[in-house]
């Protein structure tokens, strides 16, 4: 199968500080270290906090039977791919992630592990029923299908990103679906066409960072702006969608910043958020600035729900993808995500169902 193979933007493994910026040597150092050295010395370590549970009863049932599906069929996913610290409580619930359109992106951002290239190879015509044959095969309830940008196709990918949503759909009737779609290089015609009457429960895009960090953080062809461009056209011609986009913290970004892009974002209509934070997938890629404590997410679970958004998961390992089936139930008036059987990671100043907020942190 050619499909979903690449790993996502936020790899969990341990984040290296940039050579460059943060170059080695203390006072009177007078040995020069080799470059393996240095980057060993550099190696920055996750905090205590980044940690997870494992599932137990029905939940560990689930994850096996779904792992025992993955290994027997050779399938792929996004959950395997990027190490997700997540995947023990998304495949526990009957949730995973795909990504579609090939195993290498035309765009350069300096956050994301997945490969560029400026000619990928041709579309796979065969991905819809395979992508289809895989959901099935896994037993999913819910499943998130994400994809690569293709600047190189002039509908950015829409035809086949709407193919293989179709498929699925005709093949698993009952399975819940999520489109995590690029930005489709700001065409809008793409867009509705891809939304006309497409059978989904959530459209996501992630905006990624705060709008400052743009061009620091991203390809140049793309923006906040674009973003928020897409989530809110998105809105007006798929009412009956629940919106959905996800920010990363760590690349530089203030407090204050991060609460005027959940502002932002929810002036556009967007009725979901997660926030999680960034990890560095290589040397080559952007420097982790700082690792915000568990508190400041809940905070921002806080600020959130303030901004009237209708489901939220903050917290230091949450992914864009996290708990989607979970999050889609959230966002149509059922509990909150982050007061579930908790083996997740998202953390917040809510205690319990209905409870008042507290101050206390539930940790991931």
Known sequence: MSFFYSLISMERQLPIIDLEKDGGGGCGASVEMSPLEKRKSMRKRLPEWFRTSLPTGKAQASFNGTKENVVEHSLNTVCEEARCPNIHDCWGRGTATFMIAGEVCTRGCRFCAVGTVRRPPELNPDEPRELADAVKKMGLSYA???????????????????????????????????????????????????????????????????????????????????????????????????????????????????????????????????????????????PIDRFPEPKIFADWDGTARELGFRAVASGPLVRSSYRAGLLFEEAMG???????????SAVSHIISAGSATSAKVENP
């Open 144 to 286: 998130v299908i994400t994809v690569v940008n293709r600047d190189d196709l002039s509908d950015g990918g829409a035809t086949h990103y709407r193919d293989c949503i179709q498929k699925v759909s005709e093949t698993n009737p009952e399975v819940g679906l999520e489109l995590l779609c690029s930005d489709l290089d700001g065409n809008l015609n793409s867009l509705e066409m891809l939304l006309d009457d497409l059978p989904l429960k959530v459209f996501a895009h992630n905006v990624e960072c705060v709008p400052r960090l743009d061009s620091i953080v991203r390809d140049p062809r793309a923006s906040f702006e674009q973003s928020l461009k897409i989530l809110r056209y998105a809105k007006e011609i798929r009412p009956d969608l629940m919106t959905k986009t996800s920010l990363m913290v760590g690349l530089g970004e203030t407090d204050e910043e991060i609460s005027e892009a959940m502002a932002m974002v929810r002036e556009a209509g967007v009725d979901m958020i997660t926030l999680g934070q960034y990890l560095q997938p290589s040397i080559r890629h952007l």
């Open 334 to 344: 059922g509990e909150p995500v982050v007061t579930r059987g908790s083996t997740g």
